[in-house]
């Protein structure tokens, strides 16, 4: 606007700020002087002098931004989720009874170091062949997918804060039942708590991607997206890491299952005191930060009047299948490591309990800090204008499908050479951390209004490998030899090759027309149906003026 203020000797105008002299049109108690100026409001108090003193004080005590705090506590959160999830692949090396397997005199078996404890490979009491242990490490996805749309739905409608934290409580409440449900029912038991856990954790992803949506600004998401996700790394670290120390230390196999129950109700705890579902509602959020995240999101809140899911448009949209594929690409290599890389090691390289989980975590260390490091490089690159998004999320995306096929199929043939081995694997699941970057923050970009229906979508049908993988190895290893192992990972080495190539073709970065279907329904009743670039440039156009 321009200054009309009267000029000061100086020659200068004075500010339009002085005192309680807002505007040359209003007087000193705010009376209109002058008729020209009758719409234009009174400027209001800042909202932060109306507040509870406790509460400004607490906004100022927060030197860490709350988007920052929220994308942190988002880490946690997928953290602890996988924790839960995969302490059963370690902890099922130490229930099961292992004397009935290939003896290590049988071809493609390692041999059992001389220096070893022999009490490290009987295992535990239940005689469990191996396709009923395939049937229950994949019987927690068989929860897992159900619960996706409708933790997406739940959370874009009522917000992510709720959806995600009561998610969490349940899976952390059914993890900490497990060793007395076992007790009791056995196998069939533990099935029933696995697709229990999995039903809670379903609403997980969906949830954090409609929270990331209201909290973090497009030119964040590669850093703080990786972020979020890559606790799934780091929970499979602690979660293999700890699992170790835990079994080898304490007698039994249920202190893995106390442990990460626990740290789950903690997270519950610390996270719905901390968090909210969109800046707006947040108590002690600063002034400062809420300006920022209204420029950059043009709104502070979640927008209540959105209209019905575009189902239609989204399951027809082919930069939407595309996503799908790939993480259904994503998902079949990942899970097959983090349900069945520590029984390779126990199995077939023959590691002790603490080794095994040792170096079976320290594939997702490498992933982590791959999947922080290119966030940073892939923001960089996308906000210099080096790279557009659409290209950067397919870069990284086919960075992390070759790679790891290589080298996981490469490890098949490294026999027992276990450095060698856990080398090859470490750099699989390395290159693997640059899908997040990739086509896992893609939802985001494709419908930020719908990124909890779209990542509940792409998650939860990527999830049904996670069903299939466990059994399909279960069912191809009976006697856990190398040669079993190797076609496995050839499978691998196709899913991720094929999934990768219909992404690199048909992907985008792109926000979709259907991101506003109001929009939409407008353009057909202009008689713009058929122009699906003029809807999607109004979409664009419509996300533009919002953030201006």
Avoid at 142 to 161: D, R
Avoid at 299 to 311: I, V
Avoid at 328 to 335: E, K, R, T, V
Avoid at 513 to 531: C, F, I, Q, R, Y
Wanted: proline letters at 6%; aromatic letters at 12%; charged letters at 15%.
């Amino acid at each position: 606007m321009f200054n009309n203020s009267p000029a000061g000797p100086s020659g200068e105008r004075e500010p339009l700020l002085s005192g309680k002299k807002l505007y040359p049109a209003f007087g000193p108690e705010g009376t209109k002087l002058d008729a020209a100026f009758k719409d234009i409001p009174l400027p209001q108090e800042p909202e932060a002098s109306h507040r509870n003193p406790y509460l400004e004080w607490l906004s100022r005590v927060f030197i860490i931004p709350q988007r920052v705090i929220l994308a942190i506590m988002g880490f946690l959160a997928i953290m602890n989720a996988y924790t839960m999830r995969i302490s059963l692949s370690i902890a099922i090396t130490e229930m099961v009874n292992k004397t009935g397997g290939a003896s290590e005199d049988e071809a493609g078996v390692c041999p059992i170091d001389d220096s070893a404890n022999p009490d490290d490979y009987t295992g535990g009491e239940f005689d469990w062949d191996e396709e009923l242990q395939g049937i229950i490490l994949s019987s927690f996805y068989w929860g897992y997918v159900i619960t996706h749309i409708p933790g997406g739905i739940l959370a874009e409608k009522f917000g992510g804060k709720w959806t995600l934290s009561l998610g969490i409580l349940s899976t952390a409440f059914f993890t900490l039942i497990t060793p007395w449900a076992v007790e009791l029912g056995g196998s069939t038991a533990l099935i029933v708590i696995r697709v229990m856990m999995g039903l809670g954790e379903g609403t997980t992803f969906p949830a954090l991607s409609a929270l990331m949506a209201t909290w973090i600004p497009a030119k964040e998401r590669s850093k703080l997206g990786s972020l979020v996700f890559g606790g799934g790394q780091v929970g499979t670290i602690l979660g293999n890491l700890l699992s170790g120390v835990l079994l080898h230390n304490i007698e039994g196999w249920s202190s893995v299952f106390y442990f990460f129950g626990g740290m789950g109700v903690l997270w519950f705890v610390i996270f719905t005191l901390l968090c909210y579902s969109d800046p707006e509602s947040h108590p002690f959020i600063s002034e400062k930060e809420k300006a920022y995240l209204k420029q950059e999101l043009g709104t502070l809140e979640r927008d209540r009047t959105l209209p019905p899911t575009p189902w239609r448009f989204i399951l027809t949209s082919v930069p939407m299948m595309a996503l799908v594929c790939a993480q259904i690409g994503h998902d079949w290599g990942f899970f097959i490591m983090v349900t069945d890389l520590p029984k390779y090691m126990s199995d077939v390289l023959r590691f002790s309990i603490k080794d095994n989980g040792l170096y079976s975590s320290l594939p997702y260390l490498v992933m982590w800090i791959v999947s922080l490091s290119t966030g940073v490089l892939s923001d960089w690159l996308i906000t210099s204008g080096r790279m557009t998004i659409t290209f950067g999320r397919k870069l990284f995306t086919t960075i992390a499908s070759i790679g790891p096929a290589c080298f996981i199929v490469g490890a098949s043939y490294a026999g027992c050479e276990k450095a060698v081995v856990v080398m090859l694997f470490t750099f699989a699941m390395g290159l693997m951390g640059t899908f997040y970057p990739g086509m896992k923050v893609n939802p985001l970009d494709l419908s930020p209004n719908y990124a909890g229906t779209l990542m509940a979508i792409t998650n939860g049908i990527g999830a049904i490998t996670g069903i299939i993988a466990p059994y399909v190895v279960g069912v191809m290893t009976p006697n856990h030899t190398l040669d079993e192992w190797r076609i496995v990972f050839w499978i691998s080495f196709a899913i991720f090759n094929v999934t990768n190539l219909v992404y690199v073709i048909w992907a985008s970065g792109e926000v979709q027309p259907w991101n506003t279907p109001h929009l939409m329904n407008k353009s057909v009743e202009a008689g713009e149906s058929n122009d699906e670039s003029a809807m999607a440039k109004k979409s664009v156009q419509s996300q533009d003026a919002i953030k201006q």
